[in-house]
């Protein structure tokens, strides 16, 4: 039975105040399903990033689609800051989970492993950890004086991510990115854009098997060419860093932001 279906239909698995877990830039970001989501008028969404984002996010917080946040960051790196993340954190209207890199990667692979908690030595005398009363330090139960803190797992609603190819059975071939199969794992359920279709099971081959999240963890998946543009994919395509500078301008402020909405966003309802 296929899994594969159209964008509009794809984003219908997204509803509004669901747990939405999405990774970094560099794992395979589907931005052509975000847009679609801020048009449909999401709303709620508990945001997890594994373990950063940029554009993504930004545009989701700045589009009113999310209540929280739980990340290591939020930024554009050298291009400069995110600007609607930066303004509803300090307009209060973004509740932040602040973490760490290691932090999220434990705590969904403790959901990936169907445990309740993970261990985490690193956040000890950090201040983080005054933010994050539902870390708790314990003293190493197979030691002496030896504290370790103790994450609880972070079991997602849904995953959301961009790969380059999946099969009609809904297989999704991932290449080198690990991290999107402890997203997969970790979440209730996965959704995927992709650049093409495969012909035949990807399963099936010995070579491409070991790279393909199975279709037991994929609720659905479209094709999207270019699904992850402006942020670049892999070897297929680069980042459009003349968009990128673009957006920051605007995005400046909220009427700008707003008139990037309306042309890289709303416009293509209207068309």
Known sequence: MSRICELEALIGEIEDGVMLAVPADYAGV?????????????ERLHLVTLPTSSLQADLLIGAGAVATIETSAVSFGELGAAPRFTAAVLGGALQLKDATCPALHAALRASEMGNPFAPLRGLIGSDVLRERPDWRIIDNPFGSNDP??????????????????????GNVWVGRRRDLFTLAHA???????????????????????????????????????????????????PEDTAHLLDYLRRAATSEGFARYLDEHVFAHRAA
């Open 148 to 169: 370790i803190v103790l994450l609880p797992a972070i079991r997602p609603d849904v995953a959301l991510f961009h790969a380059p190819l999946a099969d009609r059975r």
């Open 30 to 42: 589907a931005m052509a399903a975000t847009r679609a989501l801020i048009r449909r008028g999401v």
């Open 187 to 237: 979440s209730a359920k996965s959704v995927a854009t992709v650049e093409r279709l495969h012909d035949g099971d990807l399963l099936a081959d010995e070579t491409l098997a070991a790279a393909t999240i199975p279709s037991l963890y994929i609720a659905a998946a479209a094709v999207a060419p270019k699904g992850a543009a402006p942020l670049g994919f892999g070897d297929l395509y």
